[in-house]
């Protein structure tokens, strides 16, 4: 073929595309990058864990829209200087609020690949798409589901337990609900789960059309698990009423303690009575990758769906939830959906159908299997399930050193990662709101708080592989040094501005 040169049209500027006039100049750039992301996880350790943003840094960082271009090295300085400093801080060590994933380099760097690659996994026959299936195929194997098991990355568990929730409701309506709508039986429908549960299964009632006031909240025994008994009577209760229990949602790691329900029980249960049996495993799911750990999870196997998430205790970087459903069919029922421009070929790029734009609502999605998967192959799953079984000899640890320290007081069991407590004082509950945010502000270490029978507790989630004992003794002497200033001064009289020190 004769390599014709065709004039640029009027109008379409020859350089108009956005790759650079000089490639070495974005590699070395690029270089500079890699090498200061490697830097800044390799010496994490150095920094505060979190630092307030000051107002000056906000305002300096607000602009208004560039419309003429940036030297990139100008942008990047920017980046360095407004963001990498005031990030939430859970790639650190001593990061142990809420439930956050420590990340790891090898996900970093598998990241920059899928960007590079900008692979779009709605659908289509290549390679990406793979590389999810091998992930769901992966993920299928670790909780013992079936060949006609389907799954699909998603953002995060919030997602994934409200697509559990459409899926339950299409298998209890039938597929024509989806066209007709719920109507008079989806009226009827009801769930159960504990009053541990997390707030995001009263969210996904609301937004599935189920109404929040369909979700019965079971009551929990003393170690924060569901009360079978109860959930059975409030069962029957329910279909005596006329109503249509269709699904109970099981908690692998409540999030305020880390309870696990009893599974195998739950399972039976909804055997028995043919509901649709969801567990939501956003963190606790992956405790089956350890042997030690395991056990407890024991059930899971019969679950309908799991949700969880690879961002939190598989250290996959942000984000990575998941969502496992036994019967691929009832699972493409929920969402598939034809459509012209969609078509499905036997050959060709169309080809390859199943897509996963047929298991979820969205139809680009980006490449997170990527990132699970080198993280996978690389670390291997038997070393992520001992991270994961190491943080809870570390949460032990803690609730040790909490039991034998008369100024603290443990307020829940430990059952796996989490510890609840708090600092003995008249006032408890604003003096331990007090210290958890002196920590925060500190830089040396960042629980968060949640609320036990009334009383507020200072929450460390250990979910972070690189968190270590010498974090655990730091936690624990600065809540006891923040404790003691605390109880002996009126509220706001201790400046912690000075207190600042990391490593
Ligand atoms: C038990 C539980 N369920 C659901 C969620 C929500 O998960 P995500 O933040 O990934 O949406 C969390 C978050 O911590 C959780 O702990």
Known sequence: MSKARH???????????LDPHDWNDIRAQ??????????????????????PIPDAVRAEFREKLPRAPSDLADVYRDFTDFVVPYTTGNVHPGFMGWVHGGGSPVGMLAEMLAAGLNANLGGRDHMPIEVERQIVEWTREMFGFPSGASGIFVTGTSMANLMAVLVARTSALGKPSRRQGIGERGALLTAYTSKAAHGCITRAMDIAGLGSDAL????????????????????ACDRAAGLMPFLVVASAGT????????????????????????????FGALAILSPALAPRLAGIEAADSIALDFHKWGQVPYDAGFLLVRDGEKHRDAFASPAAYLRREARGLAAGSLWPCDLGPDLSRGFRALKTWFTLKTYGADRLGAVIARCCTLARYLEARILAEPRLELLAPVDLNIVCFRYCADDADRINGEIVVNLQESGMAAPSTTVLDGRLAIRA????????????ERLVSAVLEFGARRSSSAPGQVGIAEEAIAG
């Open 30 to 51: 690029g270089h500079r990058m890699l090498d200061d992301m490697i830097d800044y996880i390799a010496t994490i350790r150095e920094r505060p864990v979190w630092q």
């Open 216 to 235: 019965r909240s079971i009551a929990v025994d003393e170690f924060h698990r569901i009360d079978v008994a109860a959930l059975r009577a409030q069962i």
């Open 255 to 282: 999030v305020d303690i880390g309870a696990i329900d009893d599974i195998r029980a739950i399972a039976r249960l909804c055997r028995e009575e043919d509901l649709w049996f969801h567990v939501d495993g956003a």
């Open 7 to 17: 004039a640029a049209p009027p109008g379409v500027a020859a350089s108009e595309t």
């Open 461 to 472: 989630a250990i979910v972070n592989h690189r968190t270590d004992v010498v974090d655990i």
